[in-house]
């Protein structure tokens, strides 16, 4: 008996209170004025548990200066090393062993074999210098100054239609093979240091766009050169990771 009027003098409370609050005007409340906000939180944000709440992007992939996505893939003859860890692993940083050594992070695209990647979330653009590095696993040959290279055919375009080629000599040993990649050693490695991005200490080869005459890239092609050695499934250019040194974002819903 003595908890059931408890309970009566519980609901009459509430009763008074609501009757109280229709007879008091328009029915709005006074969070309405600053909706949205939260007028338990302190200075610092923190809820009356301690927790601070997430900001509305959380758990969005943060901005990087590296290939988003493979939008295409067609490999060549002696293809498939790498092909396990595809396409992760020519996303994201270069993963350079330096000058004498050549990584085995890479995927081989085998004769004529061929790669389009994308970028979403920091677009290249024309700026002062280099704008894009790519990288390979070119290496010293041991005992001396040569280098190994396996050359490909770099592109660009900002609508995945229209293409711009970056000239290549791919035969040209003597000349250092001007205008390929696949040349350079890469020493940019998360685990070094070596900002990928900085064309004076990352390695790999660097690409202008004011050579072909575009001001904004988003997709960048690689085609094996077609003149490098062959063999198993171990042949062509060794893709690595692809850079962006001058960019711009995208932001949100930029197509």
Known sequence: MRQRGLYR???????????GATACGDGSSSADADAGTDPVQDDAGQQPDGSTPQAPDAGLKPEDPYADEVVLFEPGDSAGFGQDRF???VLGPPSGLGPDNGSLDVLALGRGGKIVLRFTDIAVVDGPGVDLLVFENAFRVAGGATTYSERGFVSVSDDGVNWFDFPCASTDAEGGYPGCAGVATVQANPANGISATDPAVAGGDGFDLATVGLSRARYVR???AGDNRYGGTSGGFDLDAVAVVNGVSLGSGTP
Not at 9 to 19: P, Q
């Open 9 to 19: 003098f519980a609901w009459g409370t509430v009763l008074a209170v609501l009757l």
């Open 87 to 89: 396409p992760d692993i």
């Open 222 to 224: 690689i085609v094996d």
